[in-house]
């Protein structure tokens, strides 16, 4: 799974962090809310935007929204159980694993896998006696992905992580120190593509320490996302993961089940417009440009007339 925001068993990152304190938005939740359907939101860019997108879809449909951060799925998923909060943009492998794990151990047999439609079955095996459902995953993906620089792809003529590996070279990756030993990293590549990992970088996933240690030369190849909208900056390419080695970790809205029949025929309008590249520019324009999140979502959805 993805190796930040709390993401299954890859959790370090730029936006997550185990924080004990709900945080309350610009847009949060009040003591004039109580009567608002809550959408949370994680706290990082994207949720952030997603959950916009959700309060703006409900809004126009004629449920009133507001928007309760919470830094981290431990604390929020409760929260979603209890229908304190309604809605939260999540991860269909990721929130499926959490799920498992929580009801089956920490070491319980995966049930995710790349195939959405049967992780999306198995999210929902799971959810519903909980609580809660799922709506219909989006086509955008946010999960793990390696980049190289171009002038390294150029030389190397890589496209794919297959590419890589039948290159031969041996590649450092910038990445979080658990790369070493996560399936979906370090030895997945190894398995999976036949790539040589000389060594693991332990500076963090997608930073900017990371990326610009291989924009230098120090390191070959950087964990990042899917839809980190920042590449470009350090001349960096993502190679396509052609084998399938990470989960299909699409967008999906999970609700608590008793709010379900009002809130997913709204949000779910979104899964059918929003791709990986819709995502990945919405994310530059908050971290790039510092435009608000609720006006870069309001944007979109009247660019897709769903608003």
């Known amino acids: 799974m993805l190796m930040r925001r709390g993401k299954t068993?890859?959790?370090?990152?730029?936006?997550?962090?185990?924080?004990l304190v709900f945080l309350v938005g610009a847009t949060g939740c009040s003591s004039s809310d109580d009567d608002k359907t809550v959408v949370g939101s994680a706290g990082f860019t994207e949720s952030e935007i997603l959950a916009q997108m959700y309060k703006q879809l409900l809004d126009k449909g004629g449920v009133k929204a507001s928007i309760k951060t919470v830094k981290n799925r431990e604390l929020y998923e409760p929260e979603l159980e209890k229908g304190k909060i309604a809605v939260v943009p999540e991860y269909a492998a990721t929130m499926a694993e959490f799920l498992n794990r929580k009801?089956?151990?920490p070491d319980a047999a995966p049930v995710a896998s790349p195939d959405v439609a049967a992780t999306v079955a198995a999210l929902n095996t799971l959810a519903?006696?909980?609580?809660?459902?799922?709506?219909?995953?989006?086509?955008?993906?946010?999960?793990?992905?390696?980049?190289?620089?171009?002038?390294?792809?150029?030389?190397y003529n890589l496209k794919t992580l297959s590419d890589l590996g039948k290159a031969g070279v041996e590649v450092k990756i910038a990445a979080g120190e658990e790369c070493k030993t996560r399936p979906f990293c370090a030895?997945?590549?190894?398995?999976?593509?036949?790539?040589?990992?000389?060594?693991?970088?332990?500076?963090?996933?997608?930073?900017?320490?990371?990326k610009q240690a291989v924009k230098d030369g120090k390191d070959q190849l950087v964990l990042t996302t899917s839809t980190d909208a920042t590449l470009d900056q350090f001349g960096l390419v993502v190679l396509t993961d052609d084998k399938k080695l990470q989960n299909a970790d699409n967008v999906i809205p999970v609700v608590n089940s008793g709010k379900a029949d009002k809130i997913l025929p709204l949000v779910d309008k979104l899964a059918p417009v929003l791709t990986t590249e819709d995502l990945t520019a919405l994310n530059k324009q908050v971290d790039e440009d510092r435009k608000k999140p609720a006006d870069v979502a309001k944007a979109y959805l009247k660019s897709k007339n769903l608003i």
């Open 187 to 210: 030895p997945g590549l190894e398995k999976t593509y036949g790539i040589k990992v000389g060594n693991v970088d332990p500076l963090g996933v997608g930073t900017t320490a990371a």
């Open 9 to 19: 068993g890859m959790t370090v990152g730029v936006a997550a962090g185990l924080s």
């Open 128 to 155: 519903g006696p909980a609580g809660l459902k799922s709506g219909t995953a989006s086509q955008a993906v946010d999960q793990n992905a390696f980049a190289v620089t171009k002038d390294f792809a150029a030389k």
């Open 103 to 105: 009801k089956n151990g």
